[in-house]
């Protein structure tokens, strides 16, 4: 299969770190006919992000997200950019500190990513809701 | 459009983020060309940085360099890359934390950015001159 | 050259941050085939990241490795994954600060790396082992 594009709507989360593989993965059927290329997934807001990290432990998404909270922090004094709430700014910050797009290698079908990886949503606004993601996939 | 490549070279300005859609996509005409794929923007430099974020309050691009200002200190006490000056070393670690590429979806000569969405330089050296960009299309 | 995809193993690195340039490089023979496109590396582990910056001074490498241990710091006192020893949790953290890949423009069978930059293998983990690295290449 040749290059393609598709939008995907990610059902609301709450602030903090989700592991979106299965939700992604469901919505995207035509992976399954690819052969060597790079899906490249794109969250389009600047206040959440995608990245890449462990797949088993709940545990890690909450230390990821006490980690962020404490080293991007709210209501600084630095701050002018104040007027949608606390969680506003640092939530830019953390958009471009984790990123706005993952890519993954694919090959036969399959997403080429290790045994403990997978896909995060890093969703940094108290009320966030749905998020928009646009899958593109490069190759042959 | 098939794949393509083309250099680009940014004026010079001062430390700081800067929103660069503009001056970007004015000299990348082929892009309107271009039907499903993958524009590539990297920075052929260690201590600038691209990445995305809000497009229209200038107080998110001064809130972001007030932080990275903080949490990437000058003059660290552990630092020992310091002969280029105070800005040299949290350059470097800038360049890392926010990225050299971006890489954004494209579909039918656009760019699918969200609405609120904007491409950022970070410019790091208080006297970092022009930078080189190397815009890559890989797609149809 | 068409799309290509291909895994590289890492020999094993102490923590800290490495210049692999070379040691990708001489694995990657078909990269000198290739017209114009992209190099996507992804490392396929969620306690070591990828990243690009300065290739010269050796020191640079040391001081990242310092501001990383500290502003990612071992032994917070809000982790809860913690059982994998002190190196864990920040492991993750720093790979999803970092980036578990890197996209790199290619021509004429060249990495466009600016003149100052090299691909970082950041070794999160005091005893992290080989690495498995998928190199894909998107282009003409």
Redesign the interface.
């Known amino acids: 299969m ?4 598709q939008k995907v709507r990610l059902k609301p989360r709450q602030r903090g770190f989700h592991l979106i593989d299965s939700e992604l993965l469901s919505q995207l059927p035509k992976l399954h006919e690819c052969n ?3 899906l ?1 997934l ?6 959440a992000s995608l ?5 088993a ?1 709940p ?2 998404r ?3 997200e ?2 962020f909270n ?3 922090p709210e209501n ?1 004094s ?4 104040t007027y949608e709430g606390p969680d506003d ?1 640092p939530a ?2 953390k ?13 036969s079908g399959q997403l ?6 997978g896909v ?1 949503l890093g969703e940094h606004r108290d009320h966030g809701g749905s998020r ?1 993601i ?1 899958a ?1 996939y ?3």
């Open positions: 040749s290059n393609w594009q060597i290329g790079v490249h794109f969250i389009q807001h600047s206040s990245t890449i990290n462990e797949n432990d545990t890690v909450v230390d990821m006490s980690h404490k080293f991007v600084a630095y701050y002018r950019h700014m830019h910050i958009a471009s500190t984790l990123g706005s797009s993952v890519s993954i290698p694919v090959n080429l990513l290790g045994t403990w990886q995060y928009n646009v593109t490069v190759g042959s």
